[in-house]
């Protein structure tokens, strides 16, 4: 069995589509994968948290639960486990259990950890012990397959663990942060599709570029101000620069009803301060409190209509568990 | 009697202060302020919308109401008056009324609105017939007095009407702009401070001059933007800006919220868009909307807990009106 942690975005989402630095946080809530092999050379993978399981055989799909999205949910994960096949020449079969409690598609990397957990697991159980840089690879090539050009950020966070600046032309760097990053996850619960947000984004400075390339840069030194914290471990600065980058969000258009609501909501608990993460229009918020208040900002969240769980900052990336 | 428009800043509050224009509206409310002689050479104030009356009387002043007060509220008034008078040479006392829907103190430039209409109805009374910039001229002068440096917004919106651009190094310059804009103000009914609110601004603009300084040049670059689109008559695109402007002052700080309670019911029903308007932390909003929606819009702010009324653009500034 191997692990690997979600991810938030704490600052520079959409900005760091147009070459503004991302700050990008592993946070303590991991993917399970674990691995055995089988006695035929089929493929056999039960995802918990999709809900879903099914065997490949050669060409076949034989959908066990999930009904027709099993297919396509379960496929990141069979190319995976083929990657890690391919790679130790071995004619065999292999079971993968997957398990979760990070809710998928909502912009905290479970697609990602999940990925790297798995390629860990199969890894190990076929003697290969693949290095952190070559499952941090193959779990990039894997998103490329699927999302086109991606911005690695979430196979490489849910790798390598800890906190990153990201740089489109300048790639990944990690970050010394004080070692207790203390967090509230709230999940609207509204579906979005980040590349409609993107893509609107991206009309909206086709429409007004000296209004939005400003608020761009705003957005870029925002994250590096941040960074500027985090090495201080200044969490009342970090809260401000949320709520400032939040404002940014709001101001290219990628915020919701939703998510103001429970950012309002974390806010007026104590939240230091609070911020959509992610893609917008839905899906999740984070706000960073003083541990003494996390539980009362999980409360107003959930009263304000979200589900919401604690996490911190974790150091470890993609491990074996045993 | 003589009768001066309120107003409304439609784009660039606070980032007026750093040099960037802004977009000033005169409405449709307005004060009326009647003049008439005395027998005495006394100075007669009744303002229905401060709640106070007196006299004023040499160096005395005795409170017919309004209690403690009512000297502060009523001093600016004295002061256009004997302003005209001394212009006027005449030694003759005179009672001044002043009526008014517009909520004081709330950025909508009552003060301003009283001044105009007082300097315009008592130069009639003395057969004085000022010309709208030398009422303009005296009424910049009794606001310079009270609040030390003051950009002259809204004396000069309430003098000349209709909608002007302003920047604090070219002053003023009239906007050509569709006849109608259909406006909601809604007052949170939050007191605040524009002083300590831009005072705030000041600090956090020292704490990330990097950011800030972005942030309030995208301010500048979005009312230039709206100046576009009033001249088209875009309702559709100056509400959008509207909704980018108001982001942007939440990225600064000055939203509130009441305020964000507001313009959130605002847009939900049916706006083109909607932002605070003054200082914020509390005060007024404003929402455009199609003339068909402004009654729904209406609802929807009282419902939220506002108070709300329905204005237009004005081109009417100060006048006699008999």
């Known amino acids: 069995m191997a692990s690997a942690p979600a991810k938030v975005i704490l600052f520079g989402e959409h900005f760091v589509v147009y070459g503004e630095p991302a700050v990008v946080l592993a946070i303590d809530k991991r993917v399970y994968a674990s691995a055995r092999l089988r006695e035929d050379e089929s493929i056999y993978i039960n995802s918990t948290e999709l809900g879903t399981s099914g065997y490949f055989s050669g060409n076949y799909f034989r959908v066990e639960r999930g009904g027709k999205e099993a297919l396509a949910k379960l496929e990141p994960i069979r190319s995976a486990v083929e990657q890690v096949l391919a790679l130790s020449k071995k004619k065999v079969g292999v079971s993968v259990e997957v398990h979760s409690s990070i809710p998928v598609a909502v912009g ?107 608020i761009i840069r705003a957005g870029g030194k925002t994250a590096l101000k941040a960074v500027e914290a985090l090495k201080k471990g200044d969490l009342s600065a970090l809260g401000e620069l949320m709520n400032i980058n939040h404002a940014l969000l709001c101001a290219i258009g990628v915020s919701h009803k939703s998510l103001e609501k429970l950012v309002h909501a974390a806010r007026d608990a104590g939240a230091y301060g609070a911020k959509l993460t992610g893609g917008g229009g839905g899906g999740c918020m984070i706000a960073l409190a003083h541990a003494s208040k996390v539980d009362r900002v999980v409360e107003a969240i959930e009263l304000a209509g979200g589900t919401a769980f604690i996490a911190k900052k974790t150091d470890e990336g993609v491990r074996i568990e045993r």
């Open 108 to 214: 905290l990397g479970s697609s990602a950890a999940v990925a790297t957990s798995t390629l860990a697991a199969v890894s190990r159980l076929l003697d290969l012990n693949l290095s952190k840089d070559e499952i941090f690879r193959l779990a990039y090539e894997a998103e490329r397959s699927v999302h086109g050009t991606p911005s690695g950020i979430d196979p490489t966070i849910s790798t390598y663990g800890g906190v990153l600046l990201f740089r489109r032309e300048r790639g990944f760097a990690p970050l010394d942060a004080e070692a207790d990053i203390p967090l509230v996850v709230g999940n609207t619960g509204v579906e979005r599709s980040t590349g409609e947000l993107v893509a609107s984004v991206h009309r909206k400075r086709e429409q007004y570029p000296s209004i939005m390339d400003w």
